[in-house]
Antibody, heavy 125, light 107 residues
Framework: QVQLQESGPGLVKPSDTLSLTCTVS?????????WAWIRQSPGKGLEWIGY?????????????YYNPSLKGRVTMSVDTSKNQFSLRLSSVTAVDTAVYYC????????????WGQGTLVTVSS | EIVLTQSPASLSVSPGEGATLSCGAS??????LAWYQKKGGQAPRLLIY???TRATGIPARFSGSGSETEFTLTISSLQSEDSAVYYC?????????FGQGTKVQIK
């Protein structure tokens, strides 16, 4: 059974960097290409953060596709040794308070097949 | 950015009845649409992709239809476990976007 689990601080100070990790179990992160982060702010809908494309077969360490609305604050990476992928969101403000989900997408990166349960991150001093 | 508008925002249905959820796109997206179910603190679950193809393990009572700007998710013979929020997502133009969701409650 494939499981994804988000981890990281639940409280981040304004202007700091939010860092989250998604640990994948039951599936090799090298076997799928598209790993995504999505968030949901309180009382709002789902918002795409971005995803990272990883292809071990060509020793390719990942192209990234970020939502332009996040204006260069996002960085994603993959750690195959730990079967994890990560999100960093810099210069956070209160509007970044949300439940953050990690997900594994289909082979073309179109829709999410595997999802974590989400982790709440609150931005507050 | 493509905007997806879901309607109604919520509905209450008796067990055994059917429900029709709509998702409208601000521009044509062919059939590049997925539907998800989300219950409480659980992970979203993929129901439909390609507008009408059921994902692995999804019961036949869930069906999708539509193309371009108008899409529908139909749940026939609702069961108590179908109480959830349902979201549509387009993957026609980057960035992918989601609708605001329709909350389905079982009476």
């Amino acid at each position: 059974q494939v499981q994804l689990q988000e981890s990281g601080p639940g409280l981040v100070k304004p202007s700091d960097t939010l860092s989250l990790t998604c640990t994948v179990s039951g599936y090799s992160i090298s076997s799928n290409n598209w790993w995504a982060w999505i968030r949901q702010s309180p009382g709002k809908g789902l918002e795409w953060i971005g995803y990272i494309y990883y292809d071990e077969s060509v020793n390719y360490d990942g192209s990234t596709y970020y939502n332009p609305s996040l204006k260069g604050r996002v960085t994603m990476s993959v750690d195959t040794s730990k079967n994890q992928f990560s999100l960093r969101l810099s210069s956070v403000t209160a509007v970044d308070t949300a439940v953050y989900y990690c997900a594994g997408f289909d082979s073309r990166g179109y829709y999410g097949i595997y999802w974590g349960q989400g982790t709440l991150v609150t931005v507050s001093s | 950015e493509i905007v997806l508008t879901q309607s109604p925002a919520s509905l209450s249905v008796s067990p055994g009845e059917g429900a029709t959820l709509s998702c409208g796109a601000s521009q044509g997206i062919s059939t590049n649409l997925a539907w998800y179910q989300k219950k409480g603190g659980q992970a979203p679950r993929l129901l439909i992709y390609g507008a009408f193809t059921r994902a692995t393990g999804i019961p036949a009572r869930f069906s999708g239809s539509g193309s371009e700007t108008e899409f529908t998710l139909t749940i026939s013979s609702l069961q108590s476990e179908d109480s959830a929020v349902y979201y549509c997502q387009q993957y026609h133009n980057w960035p992918w976007t989601f609708g605001q969701g329709t909350k389905v409650q079982i009476k």
